[in-house]
Nanobody, 122 residues
Framework: QVQLVESGGGLVQAGDSLRLSCAAS????????MGWFRQAPGKEREFVAV????????YSADSVKGRFTISRDNAKNTVYLQMNNLKAEDTAVYYC???????????????WGQGTQVTVSS
């Protein structure tokens, strides 16, 4: 099973940028897709963006399009989430996940990181 470790969260002001990283180890064919999700207090886990290791196909939620960019470095087994023009409503714990198919549904992802807190002050 793939192991995932996120980093890069923090406290920033509205309009600032952050880059989250997710280092993956133990990748298999069943973890060809990497996703970023977030969960704010009292809310359900929400899809943010997804990318395939092979080919680099990406898909992002409408709420972050134009502001967030998902990318990957196959040599480093690391996936990134570049977040620009952050808003207070982006405040959440951000999780990376690995799974076999491109999906926006958390249940489709089999491995999860521990999460990293992103707090945006207005």
């Amino acid at each position: 099973q793939v192991q995932l470790v996120e980093s890069g969260g923090g406290l920033v002001q509205a309009g600032d940028s952050l880059r989250l990283s997710c280092a993956a180890s133990g990748r298999t064919f069943s973890s060809d897709v990497m996703g970023w999700f977030r969960q704010a207090p009292g809310k359900e886990r929400e899809f943010v963006a997804v990318i395939k290791w092979s080919g680099g196909r990406t898909y992002s939620a409408d709420s972050v399009k134009g502001r967030f960019t998902i990318s990957r470095d196959n040599a480093k087994n690391t996936v990134y989430l570049q977040m620009n023009n952050l808003k207070a409503e982006d405040t959440a714990v951000y999780y990376c996940a690995a799974g076999p198919i491109v999906s926006t549904t958390p249940a489709s992802f089999r491995s999860w990181g521990q999460g990293t807190q992103v707090t945006v002050s207005s």
